[in-house]
């Protein structure tokens, strides 16, 4: 006998029939033996709706207001359900979030949770019912007890944080796809569905994913070690199991964490190498990292920013244990890729004393700032900053060896965390080196000229933003210095929501001529194609692959960067569907089984 706690989302409880459907369902569950907690969402669009009721009559309304209409969603849903169980024999009680005892921050629409009691909920299930509880909705701490919401898509957030506080033995996520597929099925229809896929892929994979999963929920899981499987409502396939690595006995309190960023990170023994000025055209990147993973070097992170000219620099760190054969094969090719001998193309450059810092977690996913603080926090430790590299939950730096402690402990002191050296993960051979490929066409690049390179400057850059509420996705810093009136100066190319793009571009514009920055140029036609897999790690020539795959289809990357499991590409708007697919093809994660999108 165990104890779960299944999650369905608003299209599994749409109407009637459907709830009807859900009750069934649990009480299948209950009558093989189990102990049941069900979480509801608010009917199919019923809080879009009460958001658009809200709207038509202010167009900023008041925030607790705003959660005591939204919380009303949820609550039809359980007293829904807790009838047909009845009606079908089943003793149920439906329970609001307050009932149970989720306690919350006092953040109207955005509340995290604290802490769950489970003396009233235990109690129901010990008399044999099943606990029909309230999604997305829980009461503030604070005196004058309030309503909260946790913002929407919150359902899953209650769900997961329900089965850690019960000790729930899995929890179910219940939804109108199969479960989490390879790829998105509209653009690549052999995408397959993932058997598993661990938390931390998942949380990579929040562009792909987060539609199915909240990403909360996923580090609400990966940090108690819940395990979790989403899966249809509509049959009996066993969906995807998202998986956690064993994790240590953690306080169920501050069962979200307030805090943006988990973890500090760093590697004192990284080198870097940067072939400059390389032919910006298809198959380069390709070319270089093949015969670097035929030489089995396993290459850390990867960058390539923006082209200058018609020429590109593409930067990369190793172990500097293997620091002499990684250059061996740069140099190697080096001749292979200049017009005439002697020329200053491609040129090898060198820098075996760096240090890897990095900081990490799943909360700084859509929160402006985070980026910006970290250089903010190098900058005043005195700093700089040699290369850096992003992913979705993740934000590298390169800095000189020297400086390393220093920038660890700020980090520590600044982001209130304690730091772990990063453990060189030996590679799960059961792990595929690409789990799934994302495509996003939803973001704008921006680039700012002649930025000078000095610590600091980073930090203006994405603090101006982060004033501004704009979030930034990827950001690279060139590795082409030019020296402007005496003052050594580096490109930052980095992209933003388009929705975002103008705006960023205006505000960085008047920085610019301010501080005698050059120029603030705009791409909106960009799409970035990303591989995710925990696998890739120790595996030389994953990151070659995927830039085959897109050589071989003459699509040019116009950057690069990375993550210990994450490989994404910038490359032009038009040819974005494509590269999602040759690289989905590339990595054999096609199948024939077609996967029918619900609209
Ligand atoms: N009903 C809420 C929303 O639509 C919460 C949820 O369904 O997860 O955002
Ligand atoms: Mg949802």
Redesign the pocket.
Known sequence: MALIVQKY??TSVGSVERIQAVAQRVYKTVQAGNSVVVVV??MGK???GLVKLANDISKSPNRREMDMLLST??QVTIALLSMALQEIGQPAISLTGAQVGIVTEAEHTRARILHISTERLMGQINQGKVAVVA??QGISNTTEIEITTLG?????TSAVALAAALGADFCEIYTDVPGILTTDPRLVPEAQLMTEITCNEMLELASLGAKVLHPRAVEIARNYGVPLVVRSSWTDQPGTWVTSAKVQERALVDLELARPVDAVEFDVNQAKLSLLRVPDRPGVAARLFGEISEQNVDVDLIIQSIHEGNSNDIAFTVNTAILSRAEAVALAIAPALRHQANSDEAEVLVENNSAKVSISGAGMIGRPGVAAKMFATLAEARVNIQMISTSEVKVSCLVDQDDCDRAVSALCDAFEISATPVIPQISNSESPAVRGVALDMNQARLAIRQVPDQPGMAAKLFGLLAEYNISVDMIIQSQRCHLIDGVPRRDIAFTVARMDAENAQQKLKETAEQLGWGEVILDRAIAKVSIVGSGMVGQPGTAAKMFNALAENHINIQMITTSEIKVSCVVAENEGVKALQVIHDAFGLAGNEKFVVPS
């Open positions: 989302g608003g969402s608010a019923t809080t879009d969603g949820e999604g997305f929407r898509g919150g359902s899953d």
